[in-house]
Structure formats: C-alpha cells, structure tokens
C-alpha cells in the first residue's frame, strides 16, 4: 500500500495511507511554513504527539468541521472533549494503541514537557507509532531529546522516522544522528526547524551527515512537499 507522506511545516504532517487521510500534529495558523490553510485541511484521523500550541494548533477547528476522530494521550483527550465537545476522540497513554481502519497507532514516550495552551495539565508529551495493516511501521517522535528506548523502538524495524532536528525545544542535529543509530529506520525526515529564528538550522548539512553517518537515507521535505514511501 502507498504511502503518501507530506510535510505541512514544523511537526504537521499529512499522510494518506491506502485513501486515509491522517494529520499529525495539524499546527497551521501562526505556522510560517504551512502551505494549507485550516479550512482546507482534509482528514479522517488527527494524531496529537503533545499538548503545546505548536502541535495541538487547529486540532479542534479541523475536528469540528471534518468529523475527523482524534488520538492524543490521555489528558489531551479528555481536554478535547470536556473543553471544546469533540466527541470521537481516543485517549491512549504509552504503549497502549488503537486499531484504526488503516492500522494501529500506539504512543511511545518522548522527553519533554507538555502544558495546554490554557495552562491545563496536558499529561506526559509522546511520540506515535503507525503499523499500518500492510506492515509498514512509522515512527514521529514528536518533540524529544536522544533517549535510550528509541532502541526499542528500533528493534520494530522502522519503514520511517520522523525527527525533531532545531535544538532549543528539541534534540538538534546531533541529537538526531544518535536517535538514527537507535533506531535504525530505512528513511529518515526531518522536522520541527526552521518554522522561528531559535530553531534555523542547515537541513543540508543534516541530510549529508545522516547519509554518511547513518545507514538511513535522508529524505529532506520542502513545506507542501510530498514523499512516497
Ligand atoms: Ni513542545
Ligand atoms: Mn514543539
């Protein structure tokens, strides 16, 4: 099954597996990068990584409007559904997942912080894990630093990872050749840089270490831009 992987900017990303339209982390008001614009946005699942604004962004506008079900962990969830009345909404915690009719999707751990923009607990931040039923397997890290399970995660025997390359919030470039080591995916993407002037980074230089320092290919996405896996 095809996999249609593009990158809205940031950590958004819209992926079409088998005709499912899944949106990741759908920050697109107040992203400079982002190439669609929040009534435009199609889906029928969004995947919430934590809870800060920049990935939370237009969730409830887009949720609303499309009917789209929504999978955030546990107290993003509930957030979701007591604050602003979304109805299908899963609220996973990690390792526990969800069969959804193009696959599972389950939440790893990521360390990081996470607060909602009203200041509401928003749980503990994730990364999320797609095994789509054809059994590709896809990792987004959401934001994170190097930990030592992405091992674990490696030993799934990753199609993709998407990775958090911008320093600041996040792991930097360093910091994402490691996780690559961990956790030896066939693709590599990276996001969350170059969206504000505190996480520019030289994507290029990126793309040429992990080719030379990594057995996984760089796959480097302009906003918009579309890779198929
Ligand atoms: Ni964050
Ligand atoms: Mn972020």
């Known amino acids: 099954m095809a996999i249609q992987v593009t990158w809205l900017g940031h950590s958004a990303f819209q992926l079409n597996i088998g005709g499912h339209k899944i949106l990741i982390d759908p920050f697109l008001t107040g992203n400079p990068l982002a190439t669609l614009k929040p009534d435009q946005a199609e889906a029928d699942f969004i995947l919430i990584s934590h809870a800060h604004g920049?990935?939370?962004g237009d969730t409830?506008?887009?949720a609303k409007r499309t009917g789209a079900t929504v999978v955030a962990n546990n107290e993003?969830?509930?957030w979701f559904k007591s604050k602003h009345g979304l109805e299908h909404v899963h609220t996973l915690n990690p390792g526990g997942g969800v069969k959804l009719p193009f696959g599972?999707?389950?939440l790893t751990i990521a360390h990081h912080s996470s607060a909602l923009p009203d200041g509401s607990y928003g749980g503990q931040p994730n990364g999320i894990l797609m095994?789509?039923?054809e059994g590709q397997?896809?990792?987004h890290a959401g934001d994170t630093t190097v930990f030592m399970e992405m091992q674990l995660i490696g030993e799934l025997g990753l199609d993709l990872a998407i990775l958090p390359i911008g320093d600041y919030f996040t792991m930097g470039i360093d910091g994402s050749l490691k996780s690559i080591e961990f956790l030896?995916?066939?693709?590599?993407i990276p996001m969350h840089y170059n969206t504000f002037n505190l996480i520019a980074q030289d994507v290029a230089l990126w793309a040429r270490r992990v080719q030379n320092e990594t057995s996984a290919r760089p796959v480097v996405l302009d906003p918009g831009g579309s890779f198929q896996l």
């Open 137 to 139: 397997k896809l990792y």
């Open 60 to 62: 409830v506008e887009i």
């Open 54 to 56: 920049d990935h939370i």
């Open 76 to 78: 993003i969830g509930n």
């Open 184 to 188: 030896k995916p066939k693709t590599a």
């Open 131 to 133: 095994f789509t039923d």
């Open 104 to 106: 599972r999707v389950e």
